[in-house]
């Protein structure tokens, strides 16, 4: 894959190819990091921001002091498209405005627009994957994958589509009844989707996720939950460090030890946003597994939860608890890793299959044992209420249509860049996307990819180009073989066992299609998904 068998004129050009690209990736995520920072939204009166709470607002108004905006408040953007404040912002106005804000955050024809630079990497792209004798750049990249041909991993992407763009239009529906009712005179738009889906939640479950997130205090959620499930399940405990060096006063550190009790690994934990900080969250290897070098690992998660103003805690969402246990699926990857290279151990697996560990993690937060443990109310210290736990679960189901759209959309969005064959097929980046998603039938007005072509930073500043379906794919392994584990007793310590020796440990030693139908007893199957999240 390297191109060792490549002509001396041939090696000349991949290496000028690949210089090239290394200048534009770098120069693709300073954009962004401007962009994101530049785009934030300036608002004029705490009237506009009606809906929010009194930390939000706090929150804005700090920020808009510390640009030099006296008297005026600034709400800053999240990497993806829909953002937080859409659910809760009253002022159907200001949820335009910070829509838009978000999806024109790259594309303003200033020195932080992306658009040019995510034309020449994907043509560079092209020609790379040429010289190496393929069709298109996906073609090259996904022959060591899973799913091995573009052409797989699209017809995936199709199979779910149909069936989450069925479901998200019964949802948009449902939404825009809501509005009428309201006397909106308004057609739904992608800025009110969250703010009515909200209320349809509330209506159809009588769930508010503001009624939730005083039981999911950070610190409970991680020792009580994410470790508690952990330990349940492999046997691993953790010990809190104080001593070790670290590269941010908010950084937390743990010793994390097997079940025998030997040192396993170092685990650190960067929670807070900042304005130097990448968005999302992810998982890194200071230094990965190895028996060669007689390594542990040291791990750490990074996430972009907000930093509660002081004296108050830092109480998150659910799906910030959910991508708690997932990026910590990722660590449980790398601590497990047991072999004997780096380049075959933990995470050092094909991009449609790292996910899978990691989504098997998040079916851990829902469990009741689990739940239980880490859901206490950070004032009374109460247990969340089963009536509570019942609403949360039945509301998981809630919105998959959208859910699963945007991710297929953004899925689609990659994919599309990645099989151009000719140099003549590109076109400009918003024409080029918009007919992407219509030839796949994931052009859905309502409901806009999770990320724009602009600022989709896993495909154009990271590794996942023509690589974003893995988080589909992996996520139909996950939901068969938790299938597999409800049949067969749960998320329980023989399980976990079992999920640790066939799947966490083995890295990419093994034929992993075959260690996936080692543990599951069969090939992936789509229905998995499909039942799953109820379509």
């Known amino acids: 894959m390297a191109g060792a068998s490549l002509s001396s004129e041939d090696k000349e050009k991949m290496m000028e190819i690949n210089k090239k690209l290394s200048v534009l990736k770098t120069e693709f995520n300073s954009r962004l990091l401007k962009a994101r920072k530049e785009a934030a939204l300036v608002v004029d009166t705490v009237e506009e921001l009606d809906g929010l709470s009194s930390d939000d607002i706090e929150r804005a108004k700090l920020k808009a002091e510390e640009a030099g905006l006296e008297g005026k408040y ?15 912002l009253k002022n159907r106005e200001t949820r335009r405005k910070l829509f838009e804000a978000s999806f024109t955050r790259a594309e303003k024809n200033n020195a932080a627009d992306t658009r040019q630079v995510v034309e020449e990497i994907a043509l560079l792209r092209m020609q790379k994957a040429q010289l190496m004798g393929k069709k298109n ?38 939404i825009q009844s809501i509005i009428d009712a309201q006397n909106g005179g308004f057609k739904l738009e992608p800025w009110d989707w969250s703010f009515y889906a909200e209320q349809v939640k509330k209506a159809k479950y009588d769930l508010d996720q503001k009624e939730l997130e005083p039981y999911f205090e950070l610190n409970s959620v991680l020792e009580n939950g994410v470790f508690y499930a952990a330990e349940r399940m492999y046997g691993i405990t953790f010990k809190k460090r104080t001593d070790l060096p670290v590269y941010n006063p908010d950084v937390i550190t743990y010793e994390v030890f097997d079940k025998d009790g030997s040192s396993l690994a170092l685990y650190y934990l960067d929670f807070y946003t900042r304005d130097t900080k990448k968005g999302g969250a992810w998982m890194n290897s200071f230094v990965n597994q190895s028996h060669y070098l007689k390594q542990k690992p040291v791990i750490v998660n990074v996430f ?232």
């Open 304 to 535: 972009n939860y907000i930093k509660p103003t002081e004296g108050n805690p830092s109480l998150i969402s659910f799906d910030n608890v959910t991508t708690m246990f997932h990026e910590f699926g990722h660590t449980l990857h790398g601590l497990f890793a047991n072999q004997q290279y780096v380049s075959l151990s933990g995470t050092s697996v094909p991009r449609d299959y790292v996910e899978f560990p990691s989504q098997i993690n998040e079916h851990a937060a829902l469990e009741p044992d689990v739940l239980k443990n880490y859901a206490i109310h950070y004032e009374t210290k109460e247990t969340i209420p089963q009536a509570l736990i019942d609403k949360l679960m039945k509301a998981e189901m809630f919105n998959k249509g959208y859910d699963v759209t945007e991710l297929l959309a953004a899925s689609v969005i990659d994919m599309m860049w990645h099989t151009v064959e000719n140099e003549a097929d590109f076109k400009p980046v918003l024409e080029f996307e918009k007919e992407a998603l219509a030839k796949n039938g994931l052009l859905v007005s309502e409901v806009p990819s999770r990320y724009h072509t602009p600022y989709f930073a896993h495909v154009w500043g990271s590794g996942y180009s023509a690589g974003y379906y893995a988080y589909t794919w992996s996520k139909t392994l996950d939901y068969n073989t938790y299938d597999w584990i409800k049949a067969n007793g749960g998320m329980n310590r023989e399980n976990g066992e079992r999920f640790r020796k066939h799947i966490l440990s083995v890295g990419n030693s093994v034929d992993l299609n075959k260690a996936f139908t080692d543990f599951v007893g069969h090939d992936m199957e789509v229905d998995a998904y499909i039942n799953n999240v109820g379509f």
């Open 74 to 88: 600034v709400l800053g953007l999240s990497n993806t498209t829909q953002q937080p404040l859409l659910a809760v």
């Open 137 to 174: 750049y996906a073609e090259w990249k996904l022959q060591n994958q899973m799913a091995k041909t573009p052409d797989r991993a699209l017809n995936l992407l199709s199979e779910l589509g149909k069936a989450s763009v069925a479901q998200a239009k019964k949802e948009a529906a449902n």
